[in-house]
């Protein structure tokens, strides 16, 4: 079979139309947004590829146990759905639903950290970062080195340095180290995947320090699948049991159901110490809801807990995966250079290796997700100096280590022939991307400027 294209393993269902810009109207929305595609109104976008965050679509199963959604206060049976499928799938005792991953993160550090302490991570995603550091403790990341180099195969780019991880413990101690995490797959370092082995590595590590183990789990599916292609030993097992495996090697997770519990809102902390998660719960009550639904609608615990079911399944997997690499496959042959190998949700384009006549004070990777935009109505997301810059004492700017674009798939919403209308637009847009101007920062606010800058083509 493997000689026959791999197909969308759904049929559609209900469809929503695309709306198609022209030209003015594009370039109207642009100069109305100061240049900044959070600025767009979606409606403005042909395909947009901004985030794979709670854009996907949700299944006639998910819809129909919404409809059976039970809205009790407390002890709603769908809460007790939500738990089976969370418990089935990482075998931890306690689980807290949260309106989102962050929301989770929020509650778990405000409860363990104390200033001083450190968390160490493969890469901290930004909000888990932004968490850690608002109780005054700081986020490390302790990636591979092979994971920092855009061009370089690997196939697990996103497994912890675990020499460097060890020092951090061995030095630091439980006392400063109350936690350890690692992200599945690394979604700031590329959507890159870590190895079981790895995962073994980190557990052992934490054992034997003592200190707890979480995995921040937005991505465990694609995580699982990855290893299941390219780790020795693995492919006999199934998804689920792999992402089993997984789970149990960490004390809890951290969990966004946003991303592979294919639902458009939720999240959720689940451990096995019964003791800490009575201190998270407390925390709980404080800001999100009652420990049996967590800021959430009874209807959106019971679309996570069919999403977590459809998630490990192997024929979506293998769509989703390949789906992502035909678009790099696509542009590579092009020429078009990404971050090397694909990752699990998004491709990369490496807009400093494309648009190497601007320097990262001209924001090269901005320039390109506009000209994608501009050209073809698709929106992705810019991942370099405007969101990464850093100012310096005098007045100008510590780069980003890449000036990246990346294009995230929403999970289960476009067809083959909505990729390869992407893949024309990137080819298009990088054969004269030498012809690109720079940009500067007309204005922005004081932190998380990408969001709101406006910007000025020079
Ligand atoms: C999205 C994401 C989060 C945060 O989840 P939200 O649901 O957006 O709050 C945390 N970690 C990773 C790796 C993510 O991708």
């Excluded at 930004?126 to 855009?150: M, S």
């Excluded at 921040?216 to 699982?224: I, K």
């Excluded at 019964?274 to 420990?291: D, H, K, S, V, Y």
């Amino acid at each position: 079979m493997s000689f026959r294209t791999i197909i969308e393993p759904f049929r559609i269902h209900s469809v929503q139309s695309l709306r198609m810009p022209s030209e003015e109207e594009r370039e109207a929305a642009l100069q109305r947004a100061g240049l900044n595609l959070f600025g767009l109104h979606a409606e403005e976008v042909v395909i947009d590829l901004l985030t794979d965050s709670g854009t996907g679509a949700m299944s006639a199963k998910q819809w129909a146990g919404m409809l059976d959604g039970d809205e009790s206060y407390a002890g709603a049976r769908s809460f007790y759905r939500f738990q089976d499928a969370v418990q089935d799938l990482t075998g931890y005792a306690e689980v807290i639903p949260t309106h989102q991953g962050r929301a989770a993160e929020r509650i778990l550090f405000q409860t363990l950290l104390q200033p001083g302490q450190c968390v160490p991570n493969n890469t901290h995603f930004d909000t888990t970062r932004a968490n850690i550091e608002v109780t005054r403790a700081e986020a490390l990341d302790l990636g591979i080195a092979e994971g920092r180099d855009p061009a370089l195969l690997h196939p697990f780019k996103g497994n912890v340095d675990l020499a460097a991880l060890e020092r951090v413990l061995e030095q630091r101690g439980r006392a400063r180290v109350p936690l350890v995490m690692t992200t599945v797959t690394n979604n700031s370092g590329g959507g890159q995947p870590v190895s079981l082995e790895n995962l073994r590595g980190v557990s052992a590590l934490c054992k034997r320090y003592g200190v707890p183990f979480f995995l921040d789990a937005c991505r465990f599916a694609e995580n699982a699948w990855f290893v299941k292609q390219r780790e020795p030993g693995q492919a006999q097992r199934s998804v689920k049991e792999i992402a089993q495996e997984m789970f149990s090697l960490a004390d809890g997770c951290t969990m966004s159901a946003k991303k592979d519990g294919l639902a458009n809102m939720g999240g959720f902390l689940a451990m096995n110490d019964g003791e800490l998660a009575q201190r998270c719960r407390n925390l709980l009550i404080l800001t999100e809801g009652f420990p049996t639904y967590g800021g959430l609608a009874g209807y959106d615990l019971e679309a996570i807990a069919q999403g977590l079911k459809e998630v490990v399944d192997e024929d979506y997997l293998r769509y989703r995966i390949r789906s992502v690499a035909y678009l790099a496959e696509k542009v590579n042959a092009a020429g078009v250079p990404t971050l090397q190998p694909p990752g699990g949700h998004a491709v990369y384009l490496d807009g400093k290796a494309l648009l190497s006549h601007l320097p990262p004070s001209r924001y090269p990777a901005q320039a390109l997700a506009i000209a994608l935009y501009r050209s073809g109505g698709v929106r992705g997301c810019e991942i370099g100096s405007v969101m990464f810059g850093k100012a310096l004492p005098d007045g100008g700017e510590q780069p980003a280590a890449m000036e990246l674009v990346r294009l995230a798939f929403p999970r289960r919403t476009y067809t083959q022939s909505h990729v390869d209308y992407v893949a024309e637009v990137v080819i298009e847009v990088a054969a004269r991307a030498r012809e690109l101007r720079g940009l500067r920062i007309a204005s922005a606010p004081p932190w998380l400027r990408h969001f709101t800058a406006r910007f000025e083509e020079l």
